[in-house]
């Protein structure tokens, strides 16, 4: 069952309940460092109820249990926490490259928007790559968190969010608009989702694809690749054995980082 106070105590925030940007700004992050992203939350057919989901049974996998999920589990129940706690949130889409190519829709990555002070502040625990661990305010100037840049850019009706590491070029993380969003919008994505898992010619096995965040960094597991973010710079091994994949990805999901 959604509990706010189990909820806040689940991810090292008991007892945050004021309506500010600090407060905010402690909230996303300590999620991000405390449930992780995970491909491997939910089985691949029960991770298609985009749409429809029992909040209150995705609540005690994903949070109270510490399993994680996706974007459509992590910032759904994360927009009603903030709902809860009297933030002004908003439901907004963001897509990705590889999101149109896969489910052939524009409407793809869940996450927030929050007004807050006179300002807006983009608000995401879930998103399975390099991307800001605190929010991030909707202005045109180049913002730097733990060593990586981003910027907002304009792109068709809305915005490209883009962002640097310390030794990389700018690269678009995914593109939005701030256009209000209901939970009914991911229909297609859930159809199209749908008919890929049930697909009888799909042999493929559930692809893992995993992260969470640390104090000055994000880590990210996919397949057999595995990427570091320290301050900015990034690190990708390629994890060749079977022992070693499997150590990184249980830390990933509830091991100490960092």
């Known amino acids: 069952m959604f509990d706010v106070s189990t909820y ?6 008991a007892g945050e309940t004021g309506v500010n940007i600090e407060t905010l700004r402690k909230l996303q992050k300590s999620h991000l460092m405390t449930i992780p992203y995970s491909s491997v939350a939910y089985e691949l057919r029960d991770a298609v109820d985009v749409v429809g989901l029992d909040e209150d049974a995705v609540f ?5 249990k510490g399993k994680g999920g996706a974007c459509y589990h992590l910032n759904r129940l994360f927009h009603r926490l903030l709902a809860e706690l009297g933030y002004d949130v908003t439901l907004i889409a963001g897509s990705t490259t590889e ?3 896969t489910f052939g829709t524009e409407i793809e990555h869940m996450f927030n928007r929050v007004t807050l002070d006179g300002g807006e502040w ?5 998103y399975p790559g390099p991307t800001y661990v605190e929010p991030l305010p909707v202005t045109d100037s180049v913002q730097t968190q733990y060593g990586s840049q981003f910027r907002l850019i304009e792109h068709e009706s809305g915005y490209a969010l883009q962002r640097r590491g310390a030794v990389t070029r700018w690269g678009v993380v995914y ?4 256009r209000p969003r209901e939970w009914s919008d991911w229909k297609e994505l859930e159809d199209n989702f749908r008919e890929l898992v049930g697909d009888p010619e799909r042999h493929d096995t559930q692809e893992i694809l995993c992260g969470r965040a640390f104090e000055n960094g994000q880590v990210f597991l996919r397949q057999r690749r595995y990427l570091t973010i320290r301050n900015g710079r990034e690190q990708v091994r ?6 070693e994949h499997g150590t990184l990805l249980s830390r990933i999901l509830h091991g100490e980082l960092g």
Request: some cysteine.
């Open 122 to 126: 983009l608000v995401d625990v879930g």
């Open 238 to 243: 390629t994890i060749t054995d079977d022992d």
């Open 60 to 64: 005690e996998t994903s949070i109270a």
């Open 99 to 101: 999101g149109r190519e």
């Open 175 to 178: 593109t939005f608009t701030t």
């Open 8 to 13: 806040l105590q689940r991810i090292g925030c």
